[in-house]
């Protein structure tokens, strides 16, 4: 049985051409760039190469990059340097439907005696601009605002944010994690001091990522150790996963164009057909700037689990939200912050396409979907009468 994969906001796989490009690191160039020979030395120069590539793609500066293991610890580290860089603020401004790992780590500051403001959103999933206004005061040490979300892929107005915290002198990040590679971005124009990135969201390997901070910054490690990616993070390079990042950096440079048409005509195909053939179903944030590839659609009088559960027998692959929320009993914080219905909400499944997805796929999932819907709907229309 073949495998259709449609989890790509959860991980996507590894580009055959960033495989081509590891190889030679994995097997005959082993050494530690931090080396005195020059074995070892040279590879600095490739994990530089690498780093040139990753700036490209946000417009930033090479010497604005910081290699790190994958996003939460890009996202744990951009906060934890804002609030040390002035500790006389106490504030932090998130919104309501962020990743767990900005959520969950701002509750751990709220333990420590920080405050925090949770931006709520609109049914469609849209920030109120006015309300984080009102927000902003002179104890905020830091905005952290996703460019787009990872469950609806609902986009936000980063630059119009990054504008006014810029205005009050308040440090900015966002969590592009889901956003890199599918939308244009360029840090300067977003007015961002702080983006991370997580290469395997975007066809590199698990366990890289990147925290882009503004040149000039104040800028606290996480990491204390040795001297590597010039002081700013401790800890021998990942030399063959940096060079994957940069190369699928560079791909997604090169297919930007085709998430906004072929990828996105696909998604549109995917959800005209099966709005025609389902009834009680909608798309969460239809009606909002989303990203291309994610689509997130809420069957009624459905069970989320049940129905993933049947989608995997035929070898269709979709999520019912966050990956690193994955075996939690609790809704979706991201559904149930725009207020979508508790039927709905445990009737949501995300699925999330990638420049590998083909128009026969999605057939597929058109053919069979609806006939699941039915079955489950029947069911559990015969044990609510039998109860």
């Not at 020059?38 to 290699?67: C, D, H, M, T």
């Amino acid at each position: 049985m073949k495998t259709i994969y449609l989890d790509n906001n959860a991980t996507t796989a590894i580009s055959p051409d960033v495989l081509n490009e590891m190889l030679p690191y994995l097997k005959d160039l082993y050494g530690n760039p931090s080396s005195g020979h020059s074995f070892g030395r040279n590879l600095y120069y490739i994990i530089e190469q690498a780093r040139e590539k990753v700036a490209y793609l946000i417009g930033a500066e090479p010497e604005e990059i910081i290699f790190t293991s994958c996003g939460t610890e890009s996202d744990n580290t951009a906060i934890a340097s804002a609030i040390q860089s002035d500790e006389n603020k106490r504030h932090i401004i998130t919104t309501q439907v962020e990743h767990p790992a900005i959520l969950n780590y701002v509750k751990h500051l709220e333990r420590k005696g920080y405050t925090s403001t949770y931006l709520p959103v609109d049914g469609a999933g849209k920030l109120n601009i006015d309300a984080f206004m009102n927000t902003l005061d002179d104890d905020t040490a830091i905005v952290s605002i996703m460019v787009a979300n990872n469950e609806t892929g609902v986009i936000f107005p980063i630059a119009e944010i990054g504008a006014m915290c810029r205005e009050r002198g308040i440090l900015f990040h966002t969590d592009a994690v889901q956003a890199a590679g599918k939308v244009p971005m360029d840090v300067q124009k977003l007015g961002v001091d702080m983006l991370s990135i997580s290469g395997h969201k975007l066809h590199a390997p698990k366990g890289i990522g990147v925290l882009y901070v503004r040149k000039g910054s104040k800028y606290f490690p996480y990491f204390i150790g040795g001297h590597q990616e010039y002081g700013h993070r401790a800890g021998t390079e990942n030399l063959t996963s940096i060079v994957a990042l940069g190369k699928a950096c560079e791909l997604a440079l090169e297919n930007i164009a085709y998430e906004h048409t072929s990828i996105a005509g696909l998604r549109d195909l995917l959800e005209l057909n099966l709005k025609n053939k389902c009834s009680d179903i909608f798309i969460n944030g239809y009606d909002s700037e989303r990203l291309s590839n994610t689509s997130n659609i809420s069957f009624s009088h459905v069970d989320s689990e049940a129905l993933l559960h049947r989608l995997d027998t035929y070898g269709i692959c979709a999520s019912a939200g966050s990956a690193c929320s994955s075996g939690s009993s609790e809704p979706s914080h991201v559904l149930r912050a725009m207020g979508v219905p508790d039927d709905a909400i445990h009737g949501s499944i995300r699925f999330s396409l990638s420049r590998y997805t083909t128009v026969e796929e999605v057939n597929t999932v058109i053919e069979i979907l609806p006939g699941i819907i039915n079955k489950l709907r029947a069911g559990s229309l015969v044990g609510s009468v039998q109860s």
